[in-house]
């Protein structure tokens, strides 16, 4: 059974760091493209950035330069660094498994969640 769990999430001010955590089961997350979502109040998913199977990373320009997606395949966990946060990054991350469509923020494969708050 597939099931993947966030972690992570804080209240942290303006400038600050975070890292969020997503520990995957029941499959393989290096065989998999993997993503992370956001949902701010009040909006849907924002695609964040993903993760393919070669390590290869993309991510949306709102967000590219202060976050860091990366993975570890021993421990079958996924991460998101981020930093220079900004009052605008508050929201629920989650971590998303292939099958996801970016272009519509389509992720029916993601967990449950982590709340990242950014505020003095």
């Known amino acids: 059974q597939v099931q993947l769990v966030e972690s992570g999430g804080a209240l942290v001010p303006p400038g600050g760091s975070l890292r969020l955590s997503c520990a995957a089961s029941g499959f393989s997350i290096n065989n998999f493209i993997m993503a992370w979502a956001r949902q701010a109040p009040g909006t849907g998913l924002e695609w964040v950035s993903m993760i393919y199977g070669d390590g290869t990373t993309k991510y949306a320009d709102s967000v590219k330069g202060r976050f860091t997606a990366s993975r570890d395949d021993a421990k079958n966990i996924l991460y998101l660094q981020m930093n220079s946060l900004k009052p605008e990054d508050t929201a629920v991350y989650f971590c998303?498994?292939?099958?996801?469509?970016?272009?519509?923020?389509?992720?029916?494969?993601r967990g449950q969640g982590t709340q990242v708050t950014v505020s003095s």
């Open positions: 998303a498994k292939y099958p996801f469509l970016v272009t519509t923020n389509h992720f029916p494969e």
